[in-house]
Structure formats: structure tokens, C-alpha cells
Nanobody, 121 residues
Framework: VQLQASGGGLVQAGGSLRLSCAASGRTFSNYVMGWYRQAPGKEREFVATISWSGVSQYYRDSVKGRFTISRDNAKNTVYLQMNSLKPEDTAVYYC???????????????WGQGTLVTVSS
């Protein structure tokens, strides 16, 4: 699976961005999809995951109520809608795909190239 993330940019605190990740190469609907992020000087962390059907989602506590992950299997795309952004959300955001596992125990098989989100205070 090849993953291409887009939609990052510079936004003021309280603003919104929507990230997209387009997949190609394999049957997209077979994969659990997720978004991860890595802030400067920190380890990569999971942000949100979504089941192959899109019915179930899982979020890290710090983004619950602000971020929404969704997918369109007809378009082979997963999205991350980010609202009420905070400076601590600043990071490179990566999409990922896993052929097995669950949304709470996702172990990615494939990674996208990352898109930078910068939130100014």
C-alpha cells in the first residue's frame, strides 16, 4: 500500500485543518487506518485509528472531542478533521495502514510520508 498524506499547514490556535491520506496499491477497505504524529524532539505517537468499515474509531485522550477520523473506502482515502487546534498539536502527521490488528492495538504495516501541522499561539 502506498500512502500519500496532505492537508497540513500553518494555523492559529483555535483553528481547523483537515488532513487527507490517499491510498493505492492494495484493497484499501481491508486495512485498519490510523493517524500518528511526531513533535520535534519527541517520539511518534498515535492520534486516531479507524476500523476497516469506518464504524469504529479510537482516539488518544488529548484529541477526543476535537479530532475526527473518517474514511471513504470508495475513494481509498482516510481523513483527520482537526478542530480547536492547540500549539501542542504541532507535529508532523503520518497516516498508516495495518492489515491485521484492531483499532486499539494497531501495528502499522505501511506509512505515509508525513505532513507538517504548525499551530501558532
Amino acid at each position: 500500500v502506498q500512502l500519500q498524506a496532505s492537508g497540513g499547514g500553518l494555523v492559529q490556535a483555535g483553528g481547523s485543518l483537515r488532513l487527507s491520506c490517499a491510498a493505492s496499491g492494495r484493497t484499501f477497505s481491508n486495512y485498519v487506518m490510523g493517524w500518528y504524529r511526531q513533535a520535534p524532539g519527541k517520539e511518534r505517537e498515535f492520534v486516531a485509528t479507524i476500523s476497516w468499515s469506518g464504524v469504529s474509531q479510537y482516539y488518544r485522550d488529548s484529541v477526543k472531542g476535537r479530532f475526527t477520523i473518517s474514511r471513504d473506502n470508495a475513494k481509498n482515502t482516510v481523513y483527520l478533521q482537526m478542530n480547536s487546534l492547540k500549539p501542542e498539536d504541532t507535529a508532523v502527521y503520518y497516516c498508516a495502514a495495518a492489515y491485521s490488528g484492531t483499532i486499539t492495538q494497531m501495528v502499522p504495516d505501511y506509512w505515509g510520508q508525513g505532513t507538517l501541522v504548525t499551530v501558532s499561539s
